[in-house]
């Protein structure tokens, strides 16, 4: 390794995202930035191409001389539909380099979502491979707004260019001078799961991503040279401006619950990995599938779980894989901002578990440096702007509001989101993100998680939170999850608790599980006058994570049951 790397690297001078890329390709330009998959070996083993710094960096300037070629220019909104692999990681630095804004969304969203969000970003480019140009071509996506179309892979009937025939008019050894933008110049939009409606468009600006890149830095200590294991597409394009390598995993992305616990192991064995990004629903999978093999991973420094809460069962089994030094960490945060807060195992294993057992809702630790955070009234109406009486004393359940540099400023083509999401703040400038989730600070300064602002059941005669009546039900062994969701207009809503049970649980058992949940229940008073329980074989979630439970289809499906 490249003696330089054995330090963290300061922050590039330029506040475009991609600078990060260059500045690494110098310090360590023949260490490895990418393992991609490439089918397996004569032992039936995976293998991999391997990419160094300086070729991520030399063949991502090479497509943004390519791109340009094409009319992709500075500000041009370019939908990006490419499977994890080098051409994702160098046309997403690439774009970033030209200061183009790449529109990334998920393709499980569904097709009325897709195209909903396509119409709403109304791009002028579009860069996919054959499957996603199909659809585009099929199902109309962005048609109005659409100009330049760039496949990649082989090209058919839909015209445009193709990026293996652009690149061959590129000399490899030409020059780029990437563009200098400011630091609230738009980079990308970045599409959120919607779990709670239709996704929306969250406006990241360069200085958001270079924030949240020097925050995981600083929080996780994450230094150049070590190797990152993302599960997660988005997050792996932190490993190179970290100067991680990055192992691209052999699996579904858009199906992390039913990943191969194997494969995932054999890729943190052979690389030595030091760092792992996972969903909630991955981890517990990875995590069974090891206790049940005898397996430890000492290389592993830390693992990043996000995008519901985890379970302390789940973090228990996981970090029994781990050296007594290493964590699984769980930031909270969302696509509008991340991180927000940020806790270990350690601490929640030691203290905070059992209180989150009583219904006290889930500790995510304290705030980040750098992040404002207030909890405020709960309400469903916009707030014009802000002021300090807002914000709740300590121990009162309220909605989190922050306010930091990795918090995006705004919602593309979404002014109703806009008017709802976000506070300005005329004092001290800037504004306040609310982040639709429902919390409070405790005593030490940190922060409980008690669920989403639109999940909570207002019945006639008090509010229950989601998370904390959960937790409750969930110390029973034969639950793998539950759901509690109202059925009825708010106000007057009857709470009804929907369980999905773990797997090999005899369902002829149900009846004694019934009354052993009442049992628990009955003995919380925030959870006592919940009386319906119905059992579902498996709860809807949503594609990005496979971990946010879709409690308003829960609720739909509760209410035809019960009718």
Partial sequence: MNQAASSPASPPCSANVAAHLPRMA??????????IPRGTDRQQQTDYAQYSFAQLDGESSRMALALESLGIRRGVRTVLMVPPGFEFFALTFALFKIGAVPVLVDPGMGVKNLKTCLAEAQPQAFIGIPKAHLARVLLGWARPTLKILLTVGRRLCWGGSSLEQLLKTIPRDKPYEMAHTEADEIAAILFTSGSTGVPKGAVYSHGNFSAQVEMLRQIYDIRPGEIDLPTFPLFALFAPALGMSSVVPEMDFTRPADV??????AAIEKFEITTMFGSPALIDRIGRFGEAQGIKLPSLKRAISAGAPVPARVLERFTNLLSDQAQVFTPYGATEALPVCSIGSAEILAETRQATDQGRGVCVGKPVPGIELEIIAISDAPIAQWHADLGLAVGEVGEIVVKGPQVTRSYFNRPQSMELGKIPDPDQGGFYHRMGDLGYRDEQGRIWFCGRKAHRVMTAAETLFTIPCEAIFNTHDDLFRSALVGVGEPGCQRPILCV???????????????QELLAIGAAHSITSNIETILFHPD?????????????????????????
């Avoid at 999905?500 to 002829?508: H, M, P, Q, T």
Wanted: glycine share 6%; no cysteine; proline share 7%.
């Fill in 539 to 563: 709860f809807p979630v949503d594609i990005r994570h496979n971990a946010k439970i879709f409690r308003e289809k829960l609720a739909l499906w509760a209410g035809e049951k019960l009718s």
């Fill in 260 to 265: 191969d616990p194997a494969k995932i192991i």
């Fill in 500 to 514: 999905e049970l773990e797997k090999g649980v005899d369902s002829a058992g149900q009846d004694r599980i019934r």
């Fill in 26 to 35: 110098q310090l360590q330009p023949q260490a490895p930035a990418i393992y």
